[in-house]
């Protein structure tokens, strides 16, 4: 059994190509759910949906509320709400926006630490702001795995760079790497 029982992954400016390049390395039995959020405009339509389903051969959606959340597949914050992890399944919450932004990544990382403590990774990708910082402490406090892209591969550096000073990473990786991290972590056994 593995360690980890979920990814969340949060990225802003930038974020389509690098969920894309992501995702296609990810394989179709990619077993932990996946749970992302791309700041995006409240009235975007499904068009990132459909740009990511054509990238990868995992299962994808945009998120519904108390959806069950299972693996493999791929669950994509819709736009104008924050998406949560609870425990076994997904929450939409229309709550204030965090860090100028719903969806919010640190309120996806931060509802993923309460629920599922050290088996959570947290993956944070390119963008424009510190949105994502925060809720990598909590899964770094928590006993999760954080990745955080290198800056120097991302379109926008400015929030990974932010959280490399910030949060004491397990790995901060070129984007190409990142797959493979996850992989191995996917593999990884659960301590007995």
Known sequence: MSRYELVVVGTSTGGLHALTRLLARLPAAYPLPIVIVQHRSKDSDERLTALLQVATRLPLCEAEDKEPLRGPGVYL??????????????????????????????????SASYAFGSSVIGVLLTGANQDGTRGLSRIKERGGYVIVQDPASAESDYMPRYA????????????????????????EASPR
């Open 77 to 110: 914050g819709p736009p104008d709400y924050h998406l949560l992890v609870e425990p076994g399944s997904l929450a939409l919450s229309t709550e204030e926006p965090v860090a100028y932004s719903r969806p919010s990544i640190d309120v996806l990382f931060e």
């Open 164 to 187: 490399v000073k910030h949060v004491a990473a397990d790995r901060v990786l070129p984007l190409e790497q990142i797959a493979s991290e996850l992989m191995a972590r996917a593999e």
